[in-house]
């Protein structure tokens, strides 16, 4: 794959994963953007930092097996700071909103609102964003020595981050429907080989210490 080719399909994955997002989240709401409430703006953005941070793991990958590939001129910062936007809006606007409706702060208005059949799910959903976030700290002192040596481990938790927050919207997401359930699905799928992939390279690394 040369350079340019790669860096055409960075960008395109991205723009495409969020169009799905967004047509699977407008015709959710029929397309009635102007009476939404914050209950039905809150799923976009958790679907929205799933699937860039998907693109992140296709990215990574193909880098991963083509060694002389390079990050696209701006993509790294650019999706960076969509997927942490994302993360922060997705459970801020729910816990404000359960906030101005009486049900308190989290994490017990998260469960008011899911139900406590549902708490296991909603669980996920905060655990996964807990270690994603640590990671935007972590990853600042990745230069330390003791960082890098065990860096294999925050590699697989964010792997594990990205598999509670996929059961996450499978249990809790009602975007996921018909076509964009298949789109889903079909994601967590190419995943599975890019976690290999990905996890394979972190060890030999750590072997070769």
């Known amino acids: 794959?040369?350079?340019?080719?790669?860096?055409?399909?960075?960008?395109a994955t991205v723009v495409l994963s969020t169009t799905l997002?967004?047509?699977?989240?407008?015709?959710?709401?029929?397309?009635?953007?102007?009476?939404?409430?914050?209950?039905?703006?809150?799923?976009?953005?958790?679907?929205l930092a799933w699937m860039i941070m998907a693109t992140h793991y296709f990215t990574g990958t193909l880098r991963i097996l083509n060694p002389e590939l390079k990050k696209p001129t701006y993509y790294s910062k650019?999706?960076?700071?969509?997927?942490?936007?994302?993360?922060?809006?997705?459970p801020g606007i729910l816990a404000y909103a359960q906030l101005r409706n009486?049900?308190?702060?989290?994490?017990?208005?998260?469960?008011?609102?899911?139900g406590e059949s549902l708490m296991l799910?909603?669980?996920?959903?905060?655990?996964?964003?807990?270690?994603?976030l640590s990671f935007e700290v972590i990853e600042r002192l990745k230069e330390r020595q003791s960082i890098k040596k065990h860096w294999w481990a925050v590699s697989?938790?964010?792997?594990?981050?990205?598999?509670?927050?996929?059961?996450?919207?499978?249990?809790?997401?009602?975007?996921?429907?018909?076509?964009?359930?298949a789109i889903w699905l079909l994601y967590g799928v190419a995943l599975v080989p890019c976690f290999y992939i990905i996890h394979k390279s972190d060890f030999s690394f750590l072997n070769s210490q």
């Not at 967004?22 to 102007?34: L, P």
């Not at 999706?79 to 922060?88: C, E, K, R």
């Not at 009486?102 to 899911?114: K, L, N, R």
């Not at 927050?165 to 809790?172: D, K, S, T, W």
Request: proline residues 3%; charged residues 5%; hydrophobic residues 55%.
């Open 21 to 47: 997002v967004i047509v699977a989240w407008g015709q959710g709401i029929d397309w009635e953007i102007g009476s939404i409430t914050a209950y039905q703006w809150f799923p976009l953005f958790g679907l």
């Open 156 to 181: 697989v938790s964010q792997s594990l981050a990205m598999t509670f927050i996929f059961v996450h919207a499978l249990r809790l997401g009602g975007e996921l429907q018909g076509w964009f359930l």
């Open 102 to 114: 009486g049900a308190g702060v989290p994490p017990a208005s998260f469960t008011d609102y899911v």
């Open 78 to 90: 650019v999706t960076s700071y969509i997927v942490l936007a994302s993360l922060l809006l997705h």
């Open 121 to 132: 799910a909603s669980f996920l959903g905060t655990l996964g964003l807990a270690v994603f």
């Open 1 to 11: 794959m040369t350079q340019k080719t790669f860096n055409i399909f960075s960008w």
